[in-house]
């Protein structure tokens, strides 16, 4: 029997068939994005110049400027997440809004030739420059809504969401939708922003937030999230304005 390549496998994981682009599925087609900018930074991110700069440049930056000086960089995330999502050979990971990639091409190679790292975001633009960059075989990118997601319901092992979620305008449907993919025991990291409890500095952030178009949530926001919806064993990293939450799906 021929031994199946990473975008049929993808095509066995969806709800619905997606059109081939180049490098690419795509359920979006026409649209434009998946649903309108929620502020400025989303907007910025949908640019034909982002993608040229996001990887090496942008987000790293802004990371750090988030994060703090001792928050992780761009390549402690990554290493973090690789470990917080406890990928085997063989498994099944998804890195939704990717971006450029990075995550992506990190998840495949933990996973490994039997395994399958899918990249998901809403911007060609992002998945053109993810598609150039050189990766492992096991990865393969996925154009569509990342708030409902298209995958069938118990497909995946990890799901990863870093720097993306406040930037959703229905955080918690996209919580149930990561929920909902992901199998009985697989894993969920997330990096978004954090409030402060400090009065001053809250509401300082909270302005900023608004004035970005970002969602501030509250600490301890999103760990309670993902309890209220079977997760266990969580973990919480707080640095500057930024938390990373992990947990298993019981």
């Given at each position: 029997?021929?031994?199946?390549?990473?975008?049929?496998?993808?095509?066995?994981?969806?709800?619905?068939?997606?059109?081939?682009?180049?490098?690419?599925?795509?359920?979006?087609?026409?649209?434009?994005?998946?649903?309108?900018?929620?502020?400025?930074?989303?907007?910025?991110?949908?640019?034909?110049?982002?993608?040229?700069?996001?990887?090496?440049?942008?987000?790293?930056?802004?990371?750090?400027?988030?994060?703090?000086?001792?928050?992780?960089?761009?390549?402690?995330?990554?290493?973090?997440?690789?470990?917080l999502l406890d990928l085997a050979p063989g498994d099944t990971a998804l890195d939704v809004a990717c971006g450029t990639g990075r995550f992506t091409r990190a998840f495949g190679t933990a996973v490994g030739p039997g395994g399958l790292a899918i990249g998901l975001d809403g911007a060609r633009t992002m998945l053109?420059?993810?598609?150039?960059?050189?990766?492992?075989?096991?990865?393969?990118?996925?154009?569509?809504?990342?708030?409902?997601?298209?995958?069938?319901?118990?497909?995946?092992?990890?799901?990863?969401?870093?720097?993306?979620?406040?930037?959703?305008?229905?955080?918690?449907t996209a919580l149930d939708s990561f929920a909902r993919v992901l199998k009985p025991g697989g894993r969920i990291v997330l990096l978004t922003s954090a409030r402060r409890n400090w009065q001053p500095a809250r509401v300082a952030e909270s302005v900023g937030g608004i004035l970005s178009g970002q969602r501030m949530f509250d600490r301890g926001e999103i760990a309670a999230s993902l309890r209220a919806r079977g997760f266990t064993g969580i973990t919480e990293r707080y640095a500057g304005v930024t938390q990373i939450v992990a947990g298993r799906l019981a």
């Open positions: 029997m021929p031994t199946q390549t990473t975008t049929e496998r993808l095509e066995g994981l969806l709800e619905r068939p997606a059109k081939a682009e180049d490098g690419y599925l795509d359920l979006l087609g026409a649209v434009a994005q998946a649903g309108p900018p929620t502020g400025l930074t989303q907007r910025l991110m949908r640019t034909t110049l982002m993608p040229q700069v996001y990887e090496r440049y942008w987000r790293p930056a802004l990371g750090r400027a988030l994060k703090g000086p001792l928050g992780p960089s761009m390549a402690g995330e990554i290493r973090l997440a690789t470990k053109a420059k993810a598609v150039a960059e050189t990766g492992p075989a096991s990865v393969a990118y996925l154009r569509a809504d990342a708030v409902h997601l298209p995958l069938r319901e118990s497909t995946v092992d990890g799901v990863c969401c870093f720097a993306a979620l406040h930037m959703f305008a229905e955080p918690e």
